[in-house]
């Protein structure tokens, strides 16, 4: 089986993990997790104008895309570390639930730190799956600089939010969308600290296909919008979004440098777009879309005419269904008005 890659230094391309590398994570967590569906709703058609294409990730065991991640990152992590005994990482839920999933697999003990008045359920969830939760801090950088502190403190190992086997992992969802539909002339996906979108653009890469991607965030969490257009990190002063997925105010430099190397463009949506996604992805579909999976719906329909996607063939990448039950009623409350 093909390596994965370990960080190198200098800038990254935006083909982070080759196709060797892709092939190798989706290897080893065959059997672990299966594939997930790619699916055209002709609803969803009519109401785009578009033949769209969903990868559902909300299909996987955690209900979002990032348990590939976690499992790709910790498998090796303790083929390496045998006597390693515990990680700690800092999350606002996905990530957390990955991580916690993960380590369980390999025998580690789990530590996450998510902020105050983060997703409860996220929260219950990562629970069950056996990490000890510790709130902390006002937003997800407060977060990581106390997750960071407990590594120290407890001999943890620090398990970052963007790394090489990360987007190995989570690129295989992309490895497995391009070959179902190697013809997708533009694919929406969000962006949180980038692991997904730099996952996708390695699979595009790797298979040689010129598919258009667009990165989605809000547009008051807008680092990465800021930082694409400025062609360098520039962080934003918000993290308020109701889309905890994409709410990231300090952008990862190396996933910057991806993204200028290989998105056509960032996009922003608001939250009230969010919301009448998930909504119209619920009544479309029968799926559940928390905030950051709607997003690229949200960014779909605002900027559809404006891209020249009318009547194209698009992918959006539903990249989790992990909303409370509180948004998520609101977000059902759209579909009334």
């Known amino acids: 089986m093909t390596a994965l890659p370990h960080p190198a230094p200098g800038r990254f391309t935006a083909q982070i993990v080759s196709r060797g590398g892709l092939e190798a994570a989706r290897d080893m967590i065959a059997g672990l997790l299966a594939p997930t569906p790619q699916i ?17 990730e909300n299909h996987n065991q955690t209900g979002a895309f990032k348990v590939r991640g976690g499992m790709v990152y910790m498998i090796p992590l303790k083929s390496e570390r045998p006597s390693l005994e515990g990680v700690v990482c800092a999350t606002r839920g996905n990530h957390g ?3 916690a999933l993960a380590a369980r697999h390999v025998g580690l003990s789990a530590t996450i730190v998510v902020p105050h008045g983060n997703n409860p ?25 106390h997750a960071q502190a407990l590594s120290t403190e407890q001999g943890l190992h620090m398990v970052p939010a963007f790394h090489p ?15 179902a539909a190697p013809d997708l002339d533009a694919v929406f996906v969000p962006i949180g600290l980038g692991s997904g979108i730099c996952g ?29 257009r400025a062609g360098e990190p520039v962080s934003c002063e918000s993290a308020e979004t109701l889309a905890d997925g994409i709410a990231v105010r300090v952008p990862n430099p190396e996933a910057l ?3 200028l190397r290989g998105a056509e463009d960032v996009l922003t949506v608001t939250d009230d777009e969010i919301l009448a996604a998930m909504g119209l992805m ?14 690229p719906l949200a960014a779909l329909l605002r900027h559809r005419d404006a891209l020249g996607l009318a009547g194209k063939r698009v992918g959006l990448i539903l990249s989790g269904g992990n909303a409370d039950r509180a948004l998520f009623t609101r977000a059902l409350s759209t579909l009334e008005s």
């Open 282 to 295: 619920f009544s479309a579909t029968h799926n559940v879309a928390e905030g950051a999976g709607a997003a």
């Open 257 to 259: 440098g991806a993204i």
């Open 97 to 99: 639930q990955s991580i």
């Open 121 to 145: 359920e996220k929260n219950a969830a990562m629970r069950a799956y056996g990490a000890t939760l510790i709130e902390h801090g006002d937003d997800f950088v407060e977060s990581i600089a």
């Open 165 to 179: 086997w990360l987007v190995a992992g989570v690129g295989t969802y992309a490895l497995e969308l391009f070959t």
């Open 40 to 56: 055209t709703w002709p609803l969803l058609n009519a109401a785009t104008g578009c033949d769209v294409l969903v990868k559902h």
């Open 200 to 228: 996708l653009m390695s699979a595009r890469d790797a298979l040689g296909l010129r598919t258009r991607i667009y990165g989605v965030v809000n547009e008051t969490v807008d680092a990465y919008r800021r930082s694409f």
